[in-house]
């Protein structure tokens, strides 16, 4: 089952402008060149936990980096751990070759391994004759509302989301990895915004997605107004964790570069309230199509020259905006939403945060 995005307005939609640089036509990361996003969403069941049954909160989302085949065309990434409470698949090998060479997906935590399994079979199909990839699935915890335990994403559902994977409609909110999630005390999803730069060297996007389960309501901070002082849910659960960060840039940068934008990741999330607390998981992956790489690990496609390092600052401003912004438009998109055990995560009131917004001017 998809859950429809409903219509709950993004930052921009109520007047708020995180930062100074443009956005891209869609405010997504789609804006990228080539990228594309695929959800599938499960919502099944309702009342009391049965391990195995439901009732099912839980999804699955894929982001396609471009429109080619990934492992013969990986393009440069990176990694960066904000806190390794978690159980992603396949970053290490991220970190030491810095490429990735398939679709980057996102899930409940115990979906991961279901869902690495099919992306080996998805990249498989496409690959016939090579016998060892690497899936990258990263994951956050949505046990507040699903039966986690049922690891209800199978097979199909993954090739759903690559196959119907679109340029045009990423969704957010309560959709595919987002639909269990928990974020600052409200209900939180998936967020997503995009950034442009006219730079010397080129124009290029930078485009933010995130899966938002963490921080604490009292934290919440938008566009610096101090939101948690004032508005918190009648019910205010703590969630620890987690977060996943995906950054992903036309702009021609090496691992290490895209090291270094990944890093900035983190201030967009500090700025927002997030503080990543012992117990969440909060991962940043950097991606560039700007520069592909054979799988003889030869430069394929790209620049004469990466962007030179001094110019690297508007490329850290981008991203730290995008970020902000994609996490506020995970909170405002989600609606309010039951899960087991009438264990209820609550839309955060867009109106009311407005009233907020315009009291601090």
Not at 129 to 146: I, K, M, Q, R, T
Not at 188 to 212: F, K, N, P, Q, Y
Not at 327 to 341: H, K, M, P, Q, Y
Request: hydrophobic share 40%; with cysteine.
């Amino acid at each position: 089952m998809t859950a429809p995005c409903g219509t709950r307005p993004r930052a921009r939609d109520i007047g708020i402008r995180i930062g100074v640089l443009p956005t891209g036509p869609l405010n997504a990361i789609p804006d990228v060149p080539g990228v594309r996003v695929g959800h599938v969403s499960l919502i099944e069941g309702e009342g009391a936990l049965v391990q195995g049954k439901g009732p099912v909160r839980t999804g699955v989302t894929a982001i396609v980096p471009h429109g080619g085949n990934l492992f013969t065309g990986k393009v440069c990434a990176a990694v960066h751990v904000i806190n390794a409470f978690g159980k992603s698949v396949g970053l290490p090998q991220v970190v030491e070759l810095g490429n990735i060479e398939a679709p980057i997906m996102l899930t409940g935590t115990l979906n991961v391994w279901t869902v690495a399994d099919a992306l080996v079979d998805y990249m498989s199909e496409r690959n016939p004759g090579v016998y060892s990839f690497n899936p990258v699935v990263g994951e956050c915890n949505d046990g507040a509302l699903n039966d986690t335990l049922g690891r209800h994403v199978k097979r199909h559902h993954v090739f759903e989301a690559l196959e119907s994977a679109t340029r045009t409609d990423t969704g957010e909110g309560n959709v595919g990895a987002g639909v269990g999630m928990t974020g600052f005390g409200w209900k939180g999803g998936i967020g997503t915004a995009s950034r442009v730069l006219s730079e010397d060297w080129g124009d290029c996007t930078v485009g933010a997605m995130v899966l938002t389960n963490t921080g604490q309501a009292s934290d919440l901070r938008i566009n610096g107004v101090p939101i948690g002082r004032e508005l918190r849910p009648d019910t205010h659960p703590y969630v620890e964790g987690s977060i996943m960060i995906v950054i992903g840039t036309d702009a021609p940068l090496s691992s290490r570069q895209l090291g270094r934008v990944a890093r900035r990741a983190v201030f967009g999330l500090a700025r927002a309230g997030g503080i990543a607390s012992h117990g969440s998981g909060d991962f940043v992956i950097a991606f560039s199509t700007g520069t592909l790489i054979s799988v003889s690990g030869n430069q394929s496609t790209g620049p004469d020259a990466f962007v030179p390092e001094p110019l690297l600052s508007s490329l850290f401003r981008a991203t730290i905006e995008a970020t902000e912004e994609a996490i506020v438009n995970s909170l405002f998109r989600a609606e309010t939403l039951a899960g087991r055990d009438g264990t209820t995560r609550v839309g955060i009131p867009v109106e009311a945060v407005a009233a907020i917004m315009q009291k601090y001017q």
